[in-house]
């Protein structure tokens, strides 16, 4: 096993483990008890409905989005022939 592929092959971890740390820690649509019973567009405020993209949720979201797509190109890396 060459050096690229263990490197690459202890990044692909890392990023399983900060993915799965980002999904665990992500709140779900209706999480709330308001979200279940009442419309939560019923229940918005003025910051929840324009400050939305600068919460916490949001910045999770957009972190665990990177953090896919780089594990879905070191998916690719290390499923390509390395010439054996």
């Known amino acids: 096993m060459s050096g690229v592929r263990i490197a690459i ?35 918005d405020s003025y910051y929840s409905m324009h400050g939305r993209k600068h919460s916490e949720d949001a910045v999770r979201e957009r972190t665990a989005a990177i953090f896919t797509a780089i594990f879905i190109v070191l998916c690719l890396v290390l499923n390509m022939s390395w010439g054996y």
Not at 25 to 37: E, Y
């Open 9 to 43: 092959t202890v990044v692909f971890i890392v990023i399983c483990a900060i993915l799965v740390y980002l999904i665990f820690k992500s709140k779900g649509s209706g999480a709330d008890l308001t979200g279940g019973i009442v419309n939560s567009r019923a229940t």
